[in-house]
């Protein structure tokens, strides 16, 4: 098993509020590095984000919430896809992006 990496994680001013974070969020994840390990390592870090970006029962990402890794959307292939070397090795950050409702 190889050692945890540090993930940085751009997250929405709404959950850093709700977080009492400002700026990135940087969580240890150990390999294969995912969305998913990544979710959990920032619930685990951040209590108060639990349930927020995916549900508690089903695990499911709420549909409020997308997930790019250097510029791609992994919203859809989150829980099994390894994330890229540009955000495993700290190039890039991985965004978690609030969708924006209106009328």
């Known amino acids: ?6 993930i940085r994680i751009v997250v929405p001013q709404q959950l850093r509020t ?4 400002s700026g990135e969020v940087v969580v ?3 390999a294969p590095v995912t969305v ?16 927020t970006i995916r549900d508690r029962d089903t695990g499911r990402r709420r549909a409020m919430i997308r ?3 250097d510029g791609e959307d ?4 989150w829980t099994d896809a390894e994330l890229p070397d540009a955000v495993t090795d700290g190039r890039e ?3 978690l992006v609030g ?5």
């Not at 098993?1 to 540090?6: I, T």
């Not at 709700?18 to 974070?21: E, R």
């Not at 969708?99 to 009328?103: D, F, L, M, R, V």
């Open 36 to 51: 998913a390990a990544v979710i959990d390592a920032l619930e685990v870090a951040h209590p108060a984000l639990a349930g």
């Open 18 to 21: 709700l977080a009492d974070v």
């Open 93 to 95: 950050p991985l965004r």
């Open 74 to 77: 992994y919203s859809d292939t």
């Open 99 to 103: 969708a924006i409702a209106g009328g």
């Open 28 to 30: 240890a994840v150990a």
């Open 67 to 69: 997930v790019y890794a």
């Open 1 to 6: 098993m190889s050692a945890p990496v540090p």
